[in-house]
T-cell receptor, first 114, second 113 residues
């Protein structure tokens, strides 16, 4: 009965490289959310996806960040040309349906940019 | 001004104490209110989920929502050292499109044996 699975747990990148974060939702869940947690700050919403659709990306930075949730496989959060300010914990959450369904979070990916 | 305010703590209490954690918010459109517990280097774990005003109890935990004051609380009875964690309040509007949560910054709780 696996929960939300995120990998890798830790990711180290040098400035200018690309970071790919993966998230597999809980079994039976088809809605995925990405949140970012900066040091000493709360979680900030980034993007909400269903299979093959981006529903709300109002929290995503306009450049370098993209997300997808393909028909098969995990959801991917992609950060191109990373900068030091991208260093943060990135959490994925999933829910069974849309609306105000409960969100269940993964353990996160800690991204460190050198 | 942040949309959701939460005292960062740390809040240090002796084992067995009653703990009170609070959040205030400014957006009157929030209808759903949650409390998450987050251990160090772990993901948030849903503790309580409430709709609109009122109280909800689950074991040692009680959540209270006062929409007229834009104030929510989480009470922990008979606190244990294992309750030591960061507690995050979160809230959302009634929305068919999705449950985008707005979080407080979290309160760090330490329960000393």
């Amino acid at each position: 009965n696996a929960g939300v699975m995120q990998n890798p747990r830790h990711l180290v990148r040098r400035r200018g490289q690309e970071a790919r974060l993966r998230c597999s939702p809980m079994k039976g869940h088809s809605h995925v959310y990405w949140y970012r947690q900066l040091p000493e700050e709360g979680l900030k919403f980034m993007v909400y996806l269903q299979k093959e659709n981006i529903i709300d990306e109002s929290g995503m930075p306009k450049e370098r960040f993209s997300a997808e949730f393909p028909k098969e496989g995990p959801s991917i959060l992609r950060i191109q040309q990373v900068v030091r300010g991208d260093s943060a914990a990135y959490f994925c959450a999933s829910s069974r349906a849309g609306g105000n369904e409960k969100l269940f979070f993964g353990s996160g990916t800690q991204l460190s940019v050198l | 001004q942040k949309e959701v305010e939460q005292d960062p703590g740390p809040l240090s209490v002796p084992e067995g104490a009653i703990v009170s954690l609070n959040c205030t918010y400014s957006n009157s459109a929030f209808q759903y209110f949650m409390w998450y517990r987050q251990y160090s280097r772990k993901g948030p774990e849903l503790l309580m989920y409430t709709y609109s005003s009122g109280n909800k109890e689950d074991g040692r935990f009680t959540a209270q929502v006062d929409k007229s004051s834009k104030y929510i609380s989480l009470f922990i009875r008979d606190s244990q050292p294992s309750d030591s964690a960061t507690y995050l309040c979160a809230m959302s509007i009634s929305n068919n499109a999705g449950n985008m949560l707005t979080f407080g910054g979290g309160t760090r709780l330490m329960v000393k044996p």
